[in-house]
T-cell receptor, first 115, second 115 residues
Framework: AQKITQTQPGMFVQEKEAVTLDCTYD???????LFWYKQPSSGEMIFLIY??????QNATEGRYSLNFQKARKSANLVISASQLGDSAMYFC????????????FGSGTKLNVKP | GAVVSQHPSWVICKSGTSVKIECRSL??????MFWYRQFPKQSLMLMAT?????????EQGVEKDKFLINHASLTLSTLTVTSAHPEDSSFYIC???????????FGPGTRLTVT
């Protein structure tokens, strides 16, 4: 089974509106970390936000927030007030405690922000 | 902070030659560095993990004799693609993680084209 599933290959959102990018994960570990990265067309991977499995509060970083639903094993990224510069690929990733070095990446979601 | 650089950003080489890609952590000590490969419109595929001063750990299916990784210092790791072939053409991205840190910080990537 895939460790990380991103079911939306592409998304469109109107500028200034909010958008949710879906991510579900599969692990039997009790301790794990969830990450979101942004990859613009230039190719660089930009770290956005982190959520630990034991964190009770949903992580927030500026316009990014992570909607963490542990029982559903989902870690959706919410981008508020979308900007044209948000157009990029977005990858969800997970790291399990027993293998601290290995990141599992999803297949990515291509977000297009329309003016 | 947490800047990772890669050099070169793109390289074209002839089949049969070797290419070295450098990955540097500029403002932190990277105890662990990672090398990924990314095909067009696909996710990142972890090739290997290296800890400073140790031999790299390669993922299943990655030829260690073809993709030589050296992590000689806390700020530098190199990936050498030996006897390159056109099928090695890809986008190679490194990332680095400091001791005890949660997130990995990625370099800008190197686009390799083998003719």
């Amino acid at each position: 089974a895939q460790k990380i599933t991103q079911t939306q290959p592409g998304m469109f959102v109107q500028e200034k509106e909010a958008v949710t990018l879906d991510c579900t994960y599969d692990t039997s570990d009790q301790s794990y970390g969830l990450f979101w990265y942004k990859q613009p067309s230039s190719g660089e991977m930009i770290f956005l936000i982190y959520q630990g499995s034991y964190d009770e509060q949903n992580a927030t970083e500026g316009r990014y927030s992570l909607n963490f639903q542990k029982a559903r094993k989902s870690a959706n990224l919410v981008i508020s007030a979308s900007q044209l510069g948000d157009s990029a690929m977005y990858f969800c990733a997970m790291r399990e405690e027993y293998n601290f070095n290995k990141f599992y990446f999803g297949s990515g979601t291509k977000l297009n922000v329309k003016p | 902070g947490a800047v990772v650089s890669q050099h070169p950003s793109w390289v074209i080489c002839k089949s049969g030659t070797s290419v070295k890609i450098e990955c540097r952590s500029l403002d932190f000590q990277a105890t662990t560095m990672f090398w990924y490969r990314q095909f067009p419109k696909q996710s990142l595929m972890l090739m290997a993990t290296s800890n400073e001063g140790s031999k790299a750990t390669y993922e299943q299916g990655v030829e260690k004799d073809k993709f030589l990784i050296n992590h000689a210092s806390l700020t530098l790791s190199t990936l050498t693609v030996t006897s390159a072939h056109p099928e090695d053409s890809s986008f190679y991205i490194c990332s680095a993680r400091g001791l005890g840190a949660n997130e990995q910080y990625f370099g800008p990537g190197t686009r390799l084209t083998v003719t």
